[in-house]
C-alpha cells in the first residue's frame, strides 16, 4: 500500500500542470472598447461570447491622428455580428473643429451600429470650463453629423473634478476600477469596472464594461 507522502507529489505535479493548461477566464460585461494597443484580435473568438453586447473601436485622436487598426477591426467585429461603435480620444491641444473633421473623415455614419464616443481624459492647456465648452461644441458637432447624440467617456475622478454640472442631458460613461460602482452627481449608462479583463481572442488585457439601471444597447444604438 501506498503512503499518504508517497500520493502527495504526483497529485500536486498534475495540479500544477493543470493550472498551465487552463484556458484564460473570461472577466465578464456588457462590452469592450479596445484600440491598436490590443494587437491583433481574433474577432471570431470574441464574437463567441455571447454576453458581450456591444464594442466599441478607437477611431481617431487629435486633430490629425487615426488609430492604424481602425478600418480593420471595425470591419472584421462587424463582419462577425457584433454591434460596433467608434470613439474618439479628445485632446486639449487641437481645435474642436480639426477634432470633428478628423473623426468625420474617417469614421462613416453608415458603417456604425451605435452612438459615437468622446473619450475626455485630460485638461491640459484649458480651464474646467473651456474644456466642458468644448466637449459640448463637439458633441453639438457630432450630433448635427450622426442625428443623436454622443456618450461622453470619462473617469469617476476626472469628471467630479472637471466636467460634473457642465456637461447637461448627455449620456455617460464612467470609469472606476473599483468593486464599487462609480460616485459622480449624475446618472451614468455604462460602468468600466477593470481595464485588466481577459476575453478569448484577445491576445492582452482589455477594458470590460457593464450597464448601469439608466443604460442598456438600446440607448447606444443609432436609430
Request: glycine share 6%; net charge positive; proline share 6%.
Amino acid at each position: 500500500m501506498l503512503k499518504p507522502s508517497s500520493l502527495l507529489i504526483p497529485l500536486l505535479m498534475l495540479l500544477l500542470a493543470s493550472c498551465r493548461s487552463a484556458s484564460p477566464t473570461m472577466t465578464y460585461g456588457d462590452g469592450i472598447d479596445i484600440s491598436h494597443h490590443q494587437g491583433k484580435i481574433n474577432w471570431k473568438q470574441v464574437a463567441r461570447q455571447k454576453n458581450l453586447q456591444f464594442v466599441y473601436i478607437k477611431a481617431t485622436e487629435g486633430g490629425t491622428y487615426q488609430d492604424p487598426r481602425y478600418a480593420h477591426n471595425l470591419k472584421q467585429a462587424r463582419r462577425r455580428g457584433m454591434k460596433v461603435g467608434s470613439y474618439h480620444f479628445m485632446r486639449t491641444t487641437s481645435s474642436v473643429w480639426l477634432q470633428f473633421l478628423n473623426f468625420m473623415t474617417h469614421v462613416d455614419p453608415k458603417k456604425q451600429d451605435l452612438i459615437p464616443m468622446i473619450d475626455v481624459e485630460e485638461c491640459k492647456h484649458w480651464t474646467s470650463q473651456q474644456l466642458a465648452d468644448s466637449v459640448n461644441l463637439l458633441s453639438r458637432l457630432i450630433e448635427r453629423a450622426y442625428g443623436q447624440k454622443p456618450i461622453i467617456y470619462t473617469g469617476q475622478n476626472f469628471y467630479n473634478k472637471r466636467l460634473a454640472s457642465r456637461l447637461p442631458h448627455h449620456p455617460l460613461w464612467i470609469a472606476a476600477y473599483s468593486s464599487n460602482p462609480p460616485t459622480v452627481a449624475a446618472p451614468y449608462m455604462i460602468w468600466q469596472f477593470t481595464q485588466r479583463g481577459t476575453i478569448p481572442g484577445i491576445p492582452t488585457q482589455v477594458d470590460i464594461n457593464q450597464f448601469t439601471s439608466h443604460g442598456n444597447i438600446k440607448m447606444l444604438e443609432l436609430k
